[in-house]
């Protein structure tokens, strides 16, 4: 009896689903952020896009290593070549004893603009993996003496709601729909299912889509005692000088057009809107104009002792549903407006604090 309750117990465990734990850190090895950054200055302005690989412990991704694709000239040769360099990459690292666990993978941008609809579907394209980052990296920024990293995921509601729109799901009636009678006529479009019944449901807003992670740098023993050797006697480096330039101009001037150009991008993203609810109370009114025709003729028929036409009619153009404007990219425009202003916002401060700076040593 003790063997078969331990065996039921032990059964029980196993049948139990192992509880993830959210990830809470990405530990990125010194000598991976020095590839990332030689890689992308090398190619600057093109922006790259490479492959990350590590291990995923408990609530801590570890990036222990990365490789860059070959550059094909031919676009059709880019993916068929990137597949199989990237599995003869990791045979080969297997063959060596070290991590060839893909995590994600890093891209490098301009301006901290990379919030776009691409973004999201490489994620998808990662989903059989069950944690996957995305390490940005801001050659631009980093001139300005600061280290532009940072690492990004998207956020689990945002994946789930993703992931099921990607599906047709024609058994459900979306809200747009509901003035129907005749079920079998209903909305068939995907971006109308989205948009007019999912998004309401999981509440879901424009700061809901990407989440970042903190990112914490590790070295080995050795490293760090062989950096500790050549540190030089002087307490100042090359990135404590740039931090002093006092010209922030060039920067500055490239955020405010990028965050002009969003934020026309977001101004035609609202007309769209608001043509679509235009035409759709045009379309409403156009529909109770022809149910109170439909009615009066019915009752004109049952006064003569005819049989009532039906009060819904799938051919007529006036029940044809209008498809509403995607919402994901004023989500994304409005996310990305968000960042460039959190970037001006900082270099401006820096600036003011360099210039009372040298005010005050200009003054004694």
């Known amino acids: 009896m003790a063997a078969s309750s331990t065996?039921?117990?032990?059964?029980?465990?196993?049948?139990?689903?192992?509880?993830?734990?959210?990830?809470?850190?990405?530990?990125?090895?010194?000598?991976?952020?020095l590839k990332i950054i030689k890689h992308c200055k090398e190619?600057?302005?093109a922006l790259v896009t490479?492959?990350?690989?590590?291990?995923?412990?408990?609530?801590?991704?570890?990036v222990t290593n990365c490789f860059p694709f070959p550059i094909c000239e031919e676009e059709e040769e880019i993916e068929a070549d990137g597949a199989n360099?990237?599995?003869?990459?990791?045979?080969?690292?297997?063959?060596?004893?070290?991590?060839?666990?893909?995590?994600?993978?890093?891209?490098?941008?301009?301006?901290?603009?990379?919030?776009?609809?691409?973004?999201?579907?490489?994620?998808?394209?990662?989903?059989?993996?069950?944690?996957?980052?995305?390490?940005?990296?801001?050659?631009?920024?980093?001139?300005?003496?600061v280290l532009a990293l940072k690492a990004l995921k998207l956020s689990?509601?945002?994946m789930e709601l993703y992931r099921l729109i990607t599906l047709p799901e024609r058994s459900m009636v979306s809200p747009c729909c509901?003035?129907?009678?005749?079920?079998?006529?209903?909305?068939?479009?995907?971006?109308?299912?989205?948009h007019c019944y999912r998004l309401r449901e999981k509440n879901l807003s424009w700061v809901d889509i990407f989440e970042e992670i903190p990112i914490k740098v590790s070295n080995s023993a050795l490293i760090s005692a062989s950096m500790t050797e050549l540190e030089s006697d002087t307490p100042v480096t090359q990135c404590d000088y740039d931090?002093?330039?006092?010209?922030?101009?060039?920067?500055?001037?490239?955020?405010?057009?990028?965050?002009?150009?969003?934020?026309?991008?977001?101004?035609?993203?609202?007309?769209?809107?608001?043509f679509y609810y235009r035409n759709l109370s045009h379309q409403q009114a156009q529909q109770q104009a022809w149910l109170q025709?439909?009615?009066?003729?019915?009752?004109?028929?049952?006064?003569?002792?005819?049989?009532?036409?039906?009060?819904?009619?799938?051919?007529?153009?006036?029940?044809?549903?209008?498809?509403?404007?995607?919402?994901?990219?004023?989500?994304?425009?409005?996310?990305?407006?968000?960042?460039?202003?959190?970037?001006i916002n900082g270099v401006a401060g820096q600036s003011f604090n360099r210039l009372y700076l040298m005010k005050s040593l200009h003054d004694n």
């Open 7 to 33: 065996a039921r117990s032990f059964l029980q465990v196993a049948a139990t689903d192992v509880v993830v734990s959210p990830l809470r850190v990405v530990q990125i090895e010194g000598l991976v952020i």
């Open 43 to 45: 190619f600057s302005p």
């Open 50 to 62: 490479d492959q990350l690989l590590g291990l995923d412990v408990g609530s801590i991704l570890e």
């Open 85 to 145: 360099y990237q599995l003869e990459m990791m045979r080969c690292l297997r063959e060596v004893n070290v991590d060839n666990n893909t995590v994600g993978w890093y891209q490098s941008t301009i301006l901290g603009s990379y919030q776009t609809v691409e973004l999201i579907e490489t994620f998808m394209n990662y989903q059989n993996i069950r944690r996957c980052v995305c390490i940005i990296y801001d050659p631009s920024r980093s001139n300005q003496g």
């Open 156 to 158: 689990d509601s945002f």
């Open 178 to 194: 509901q003035n129907f009678r005749n079920l079998n006529f209903m909305c068939s479009h995907i971006d109308c299912l989205f």
């Open 243 to 274: 931090r002093l330039q006092l010209s922030s101009n060039p920067y500055m001037e490239r955020n405010m057009e990028f965050f002009i150009e969003c934020m026309d991008d977001l101004s035609m993203e609202q007309q769209k809107f608001q």
């Open 293 to 343: 025709k439909r009615r009066s003729e019915n009752m004109a028929r049952k006064a003569a002792g005819e049989e009532p036409l039906p009060e819904e009619d799938p051919t007529n153009p006036i029940f044809k549903p209008i498809p509403e404007p995607s919402r994901l990219e004023s989500f994304l425009i409005t996310n990305q407006i968000a960042n460039y202003c959190n970037q």
